[in-house]
């Protein structure tokens, strides 16, 4: 198969996991739920200018992605697909603009398109192209941003073209601001300042910064700030700017992880490509000229060490780095230079390891037990790919090792990650619970659960929900014959104190179980002290 024909097929592959997922998923505990809950309550509660969250101002993110979601939603989606659309089609923009965009670089017709099946043979991009996040968006702005830059550093441009790769700059700045925040600005004049290091020559900044063209994202995003900001006042504003942008790049109230988090979680984030691309980038970026491959290492190198020098860290906060791994590979096959047989033989060991712990997870995780004979096969398929591409790439055959690696990465995609999607539907998504306790509930105006709120469970029962804190409140709400949802932890905590006898529905979550709470009405009571 021809590298064009690969990547039209790597398409459909991408967009049949996209198919066969949307109809039975549905939205993921906690941050996909909560993203579609803050914007449920823009569309019942009129918040589009400052989204809430539980009656407060939600500061976590930018609106753009939830302004897409509740629209959409609006024009009557599902909540899944309102959700996971903002998501998939800047994907598929990305996808298909990858071969343009790596033209923008010098590379090959034939070598933008491989970059496009690298592209949807990563796991990391995959799985992020149907998740309900806006870090794609981030992904995409980031990437044009880079091939925009280049052109107006380096390439002889009418002044005709200076216009429209600068417009393609800012333009793109703005929307990864609106989408992620400022972390869009760091990753790119990071690289910018990388790339201006390492140059021999003086850049013509005036193509990047000249002009007025910048004012027009800036006053985009000032038309939303400024008027949130006058309704919100100084604590929103100190908010957004300090504890969401600085605050976390310093000290993060989540995730924290040590510096060297990304530096050994890369080889995994980044299969097929993480290798070949750290190689690719460190000798390059050394390089005495300046090109594409200089340019292309010095973006690898910001994103990296922007994301291991802030604290907090999350394995997908690198998915910005898998649109540049894929042309830094793609650029190094089109000049022939493929590297040593280790890289690529590390490269297939990664995914050799990938497919047995998939293989055998069903044996280790007892939650996934009843799905060991899908699991078992899907996580062989991957291994076997993987291991005949560790078998060329210690026979020097590169291109067949490239191949079969490509392969197990497209299974993947188009096999383990449709049905990982549909078994973990049933671990991280409470749409069951919270229909059953719409059943149980017909005529209140809202619901009741206890310590842990689940943003699933007011978007699917399509009621309020009200979070129960001490165990005197369970009590009293139980007494009053109202069902309260609680997590088995809390459960085992909390019904030593209650001297009621209860009746127990269990829905299983993530390694343990949720329940649905209420006072027994028959003589199938569970008694207070009874342990699940």
């Excluded at 910018?192 to 004012?215: E, I, K, M, T």
């Excluded at 100084?234 to 995730?255: D, N, P, T, Y």
């Excluded at 005197?472 to 104190?497: C, F, H, I, N, Y």
Aim: positive net charge; charged residues 15%.
């Amino acid at each position: 198969m021809r590298t064009k024909q690969l990547y039209f097929f790597a398409i459909g592959v991408l967009t049949a996991a996209f198919v066969a997922t949307m109809p039975f998923r549905s939205l993921f505990e906690p941050d996909e739920s909560r993203y579609a809950l803050v914007a449920q309550g823009m569309l019942q509660e009129g918040h589009w200018l400052v989204p809430h969250l539980e009656g407060r101002p939600y500061t976590h993110k930018p609106p753009l992605y939830l302004w897409c979601v509740a629209a959409l939603r609006k024009l009557g989606l599902p909540w899944t697909a309102a959700a996971v659309l903002p998501s998939f089609i800047p994907a598929l923009i990305l996808l298909l603009a990858l071969p343009r965009l790596t033209q923008s670089f010098g590379v090959k017709p034939e070598a933008g398109y491989l970059s496009g099946v690298l592209l949807v043979a990563s796991p990391l991009y995959a799985t992020m192209a149907l998740a309900a996040r806006m870090d794609m968006l981030l992904a995409l702005a980031t990437t044009m941003a880079f091939a925009a830059a280049y052109q107006l550093l380096t390439a002889e441009l009418s002044p005709r073209a200076v216009g429209r790769w600068r417009w393609t700059f800012w333009l793109s700045l703005g929307l990864g601001v609106m989408s992620k925040g400022p972390v869009a600005l760091a990753l790119v004049f990071l690289t910018l300042a990388l790339f201006a290091a390492v140059s021999r020559q003086a850049l013509p900044w005036n193509h990047v910064f000249g002009g007025w063209v910048w004012l027009a994202p800036l006053m985009l995003i000032l038309a939303w700030f400024i008027p949130a900001a006058w309704q919100q006042g100084w604590e929103w504003v100190e908010e957004i700017l300090f504890w969401q942008s600085a605050g976390r790049m310093v000290k993060s109230f989540a995730h924290q992880e040590p510096f060297y988090f990304h530096l050994i979680t890369w080889p995994l984030t980044g299969f097929p490509t993480a290798l070949l691309a750290l190689w690719a980038a460190v000798t390059w970026w050394r390089r005495r000229e300046d090109s594409p491959e200089r340019f292309l290492a010095s973006a690898f190198l910001a994103i990296l060490l922007f994301f291991s020098a802030i604290s907090g860290k999350l394995i997908v906060y690198l998915l910005p780095l898998v649109p540049v791994a894929v042309l830094l590979v793609g650029r190094l096959v089109s000049q022939g230079a493929w590297g040593s047989r280790w890289l690529w033989g590390a490269s297939a060991t990664t995914g050799l390891l990938l497919g047995l712990a998939l293989a055998s997870a069903a044996y280790w995780r007892p939650e996934l037990t009843p799905w060991r004979g899908l699991i078992t096969p899907i996580g062989f398929i991957v291994a076997t790919f993987s291991a005949v591409g560790l078998y060329f790439a210690f026979r020097g055959h590169h291109r067949r090792a490239l191949l079969a690696t490509v392969a197990a990465g497209l299974s993947f995609t188009g096999v383990v990650l449709p049905v990982m999607t549909h078994i973990l539907d049933q671990r991280l998504a409470v749409r069951a619970l919270a229909q059953r306790y719409r059943q149980l509930c017909p005529g209140e105006s809202s619901g009741l659960v206890f310590r842990d709120f689940l943003s699933g469970l007011p978007l699917y029962a399509g009621m309020p929900f009200q979070r129960l804190k001490e165990v005197e409140e369970l009590q009293a709400a139980l007494r009053s014959g109202k069902p309260v949802v609680m997590t088995q932890r809390d459960w085992e905590q909390a019904a030593g104190l209650l001297n009621l006898p209860v009746h127990l529905e269990r829905f299983s979550y993530r390694g343990s179980w949720l329940l649905i709470v209420q006072p027994a009405k028959d003589a199938q009571a569970v008694l207070p002290q009874q342990r699940l």
